[in-house]
């Protein structure tokens, strides 16, 4: 149980278009979901707390008019990266608690984006 | 956020018990320990988690610190799927959840 799936797993997108990205938890429901960002070789990067049904929180130095995020319903946070360019390319991951299981984040398989 | 130190990289035998340590000084009281593992091109894994008692599961043992400075994962018996980078994360407790992520500990498995 307790899985999270993203989608799309890679994506490749010119440099100027907007590029959307779902998490979605399979097994539970889940109130607040994350999103971070991880570079190669480097460690994962916290960008934002989503909570369904109001606005996500930013961590400093993350852009919420370059990252929007929208969890509509309590099974799927949406990511979308706006204006991509190069910069933006990286392995992007979502993760979901569930409440009725305590401490654990159940993480997705990540979203490869490749701006060119 | 307390931060963790973690060596960058440890190596192990096949089928020999690991040791994977995590430096905590700053930890407070509702701090939880979390560890997740994470292969390449996935995304990290759960492994294990506690507040103050030494936990085990099918996968691993935490042994915590009596003063929870720190703390090590135990992998029992290390085997090929178990190379991975090794991250050990404070969670605060009514803070809203948040794992930040250190460096962690890249693990090499040598048969």
């Known amino acids: 149980g307790a899985v999270v799936s993203q989608h799309p797993s890679w994506v490749i997108c010119k440099s100027g278009t907007s590029v959307k990205i779902e998490c979605r938890s399979l097994?539970?429901?889940?109130?607040?979901m994350f999103w971070y960002r991880q570079f190669p070789k480097q460690s994962l990067m916290l960008m934002a707390t989503?909570?369904?049904?109001?606005?996500?929180?930013?961590e400093q130095g993350v852009e919420k008019d370059k990252f929007l995020i929208n969890h509509a319903s309590l099974t799927l946070s949406t990511l979308t990266v706006t204006s991509a360019h190069p910069e933006d390319s990286s392995f992007y991951i979502c993760?979901?608690?569930?409440?009725?299981?305590?401490?654990?984040?159940?993480f997705g398989p990540g979203t490869r984006l490749l701006v060119l | 956020d307390a931060k963790t130190t973690q060596p960058n990289s440890m190596e192990s035998n096949e089928e020999e018990p690991v040791h994977l340590p995590c430096n905590h000084s700053?930890?407070?009281?509702?701090?939880?320990i979390h560890w997740y593992r994470q292969l390449p091109s996935q995304g990290p894994e759960y492994v294990i988690h506690?507040?103050?008692s030494n936990v085990n599961n099918r996968m691993a043992s935490l042994a915590i610190a009596e003063d929870r400075k720190s703390s090590t994962l135990i992998l029992h018996r290390a085997t090929l799927r178990d190379a991975a980078v090794y991250y050990c994360?404070?969670?605060?407790?009514?803070?809203?959840?948040?794992?930040?992520f250190g460096t962690g500990t890249s693990l090499t498995v040598i048969p």
């Open positions: 989503s909570n369904e049904g109001s606005k996500a929180t930013y």
């Open positions: 993760s979901a608690r569930d409440e009725g299981r305590g401490e654990t984040q159940y």
């Open positions: 097994d539970f429901q889940a109130t607040t």
């Open positions: 700053t930890i407070s009281g509702t701090d939880y």
């Open positions: 506690g507040l103050t």
């Open positions: 994360i404070l969670r605060a407790l009514n803070t809203g959840n948040q794992f930040y």
